[in-house]
């Protein structure tokens, strides 16, 4: 009970002191208060690169006769075999080695 008694005394005289101690009580100016500068609620990001930009898509193909929906064509590359003949064997799935 003692102890709650002394911090209670304590916390007056230290309040008693800062209040007759402040500037603004005195006669000379009020200090100016202390803020937070000021955070934007979203991030900014810096402009996009329009050069960067991924392509535009490939337009939607028509359906076919039945109605059915087919799949964009493939680009066709007849020049490059998929494996480069490392064994033999071309994208059309024939052995070209005659040995």
């Known amino acids: 009970m ?3 008694l002394t911090l209670a005394f304590l916390g007056a005289v230290f ?3 800062f209040l007759v101690t402040r500037q603004s009580d005195a006669g000379g100016p009020a200090p100016a208060p202390i ?3 000021a955070v934007p609620s979203t991030p ?5 690169d329009p050069s960067s930009a991924p392509p535009p898509p490939a337009p939607a193909s028509p359906p076919a006769a ?4 087919q799949p964009p064509p493939l680009p066709s590359d007849d020049d490059d075999d998929w494996d480069d003949g490392y064994d033999g064997y071309d994208d059309d ?3 070209d080695n005659d040995d």
């Open 2 to 4: 003692a102890a709650v």
């Open 93 to 95: 799935g024939y052995d």
């Open 15 to 17: 309040t008693g002191v």
């Open 44 to 48: 900014v990001r810096p402009p996009a």
């Open 66 to 69: 039945d109605g059915s929906v």
């Open 35 to 37: 803020t937070a500068p």
